[in-house]
């Protein structure tokens, strides 16, 4: 079955710098790719998601690349801000599901 | 901004005991899932419904789970006899397509079987 590998589990950045977050599906029939974004207390929140059959989308100070042949995906946040600690989580899917990453704790630095 | 809520947010149970964990999707949505995330693990899917069907399971989902809609605005899980190790975050989320579709997920409850 999918398995989704998420780097890192933790990533400390200045405020106003770039933050990359990175993941890997292992499943080549897998297509489609949400981002989600948890805060403290509250479920995940749909930020940004991208399908098999495009390479990069981006909304805002927000972007999300793939490599189809690599079978990776990654986040881009730039100009990060103090609201945009939390934990950050990738997925795959090929059908119903979602299959998770772990999880990447961001830690905006003022 | 339409959204999904789930009630209780927090249910203490004793083992061996049945608990229902509510939810209202969104209203146009069709599709509705169940996922759980036991603390510091990955979050993990329990289950699809379509149509008064489950569409899809995980190996999670066994005897021991069920799901239905009662009506026509709640969705509910079902754990009959509850285990320590049911103990987790349980969210619901919903789509209005199915396959690849965006899934909006609920605050979560947080089950604590004792």
């Known amino acids: 079955g999918e398995n989704v590998e998420q780097h890192p589990s933790t990533l400390s950045v200045q405020e106003g710098d770039s933050a990359v977050i990175k993941c890997t599906y292992s499943?080549?029939?897998?297509?489609?790719f949400p981002w989600y974004k948890q805060e403290l207390g509250k479920g995940p929140q749909l930020i940004i998601d991208i399908r098999s059959n495009v390479g990069e989308k981006k909304d805002q100070r927000i972007a999300v690349t793939l490599n189809k042949t690599a079978k990776h995906f990654s986040l881009h946040i730039t100009e990060t801000q103090p609201e945009d600690s939390a934990v950050y989580f990738c997925a795959a899917s090929s059908n119903y599901q979602l299959i998770w990453g772990a999880g990447t704790k961001l830690i905006i630095k003022p | 901004e339409p959204e999904v809520t789930q009630t209780p947010s927090h249910q203490v149970t004793q083992m061996g005991q049945e608990v229902i964990l509510r939810c209202v999707p969104i209203?146009?949505?069709?599709?509705f899932y169940w996922y759980r995330q036991i603390l510091g693990q990955k979050v993990e899917f329990l289950v699809s419904f379509y149509n008064n069907e489950i569409s899809e399971k995980s190996e999670i989902f066994d005897d021991q789970f069920s799901v239905e809609r009662p009506d026509g605005s709640n969705f509910t899980l079902k754990i009959r006899s509850t285990k320590l190790e049911d103990s987790a975050m349980y969210f619901c989320a919903s789509s209005d397509l199915g396959q690849g579709s965006e899934q909006y997920f609920g605050p979560g409850t947080r089950l604590t079987v004792t």
């Open positions: 209203s146009n949505h069709l599709y």
């Open positions: 499943d080549s029939a897998s297509n489609y």
